[in-house]
């Protein structure tokens, strides 16, 4: 089982819907959870970050925790064309006193005008 | 400077020569790390450096792979005989290591290609 998992997708949705995006992990004791943004050729971009369970919101954004479930997604509202990128998942596992993250493969999301 | 500066942008080189990237970190972060990403696939740690020590060297391949850091600053991953399956793009992070919230912030990257 991958420490991060997240479906690869193509996720497709139209402009000005809401576009939900998975991860499940491995390590029940992680503590800290992030989105990255990934443009195609360009480095990745942290959007959210969260370490508690329920929701956190910023603007349009909003990164949803359930430590029970081993769960968190990113929620888009309104979603624009510029937002079509690859949204990767990181995770901040227990064992790691060193702070790295392991990521997720990605979700490549495409909205359409 | 303002964030993570790496070099070179691009290289091409020939199955069997070294090659060295280097990363420059954002002023006052302590640590970095390097993570490797190839083509359509998530990012793959490498190596963590706090100051200029590497307490985790973990996710390196191979004994062909080898990294520095020196003045608690710039690091160089050296990557020596290179192989087809070493292409990818190899991206540096740094953070603040006493920073609550942790988050790593990512140079563009270096594109390697081995013909």
């Known amino acids: 089982q991958k420490e991060v998992e997240q479906n690869s997708g193509p996720l497709s949705v139209p402009e000005g819907a809401i576009a939900s995006l998975n991860c499940t992990y491995s390590?029940?004791?992680?503590?800290?959870f992030f989105w990255y943004r990934q443009y195609s050729g360009k480095s990745p971009e942290l959007i959210m970050s969260?370490?508690?369970?329920g929701d956190k919101e910023d603007g349009r954004f909003t990164a949803q925790l359930n430590k029970a479930s081993q769960y968190v997604s990113l929620l888009i509202r309104d979603s624009q064309p510029s937002d079509s990128a690859t949204y990767l998942c990181?995770?901040?596992?227990?064992?790691?006193?060193?702070?790295?993250?392991?990521f997720g493969q990605g979700t490549t999301l495409q909205v359409k005008p | 400077g303002a964030g993570v500066s790496q070099s070179p942008s691009n290289k091409v080189t020939e199955k069997g020569k070294d090659v060295e990237l280097r990363c420059d970190p954002i002023?006052?972060?302590?640590?970095l790390y390097w993570y490797r990403q190839s083509l359509g696939q998530g990012l793959e740690f490498l190596i963590y450096?706090?100051?200029?020590?590497?307490?985790?060297k973990s996710g390196l391949p191979s004994d062909r792979f080898s990294a520095e850091r020196t003045g608690g600053s710039v690091s160089t991953l050296t990557i020596q005989r290179t192989q087809q399956e070493d292409s990818a793009v190899y991206l540096c992070?740094?953070?603040?290591?006493?920073?609550?919230?942790?988050?790593?912030?990512f140079g563009e990257g270096s594109r390697l290609t081995v013909l």
């Open positions: 450096f706090q100051g200029n020590s590497a307490p985790d």
């Open positions: 990181a995770v901040r596992v227990r064992s790691s006193n060193t702070g790295k993250l392991i």
């Open positions: 002023s006052g972060h302590t640590a």
């Open positions: 969260i370490y508690s369970n």
């Open positions: 390590d029940r004791g992680s503590q800290s």
């Open positions: 992070a740094s953070s603040r290591r006493d920073s609550p919230t942790g988050e790593l912030f």
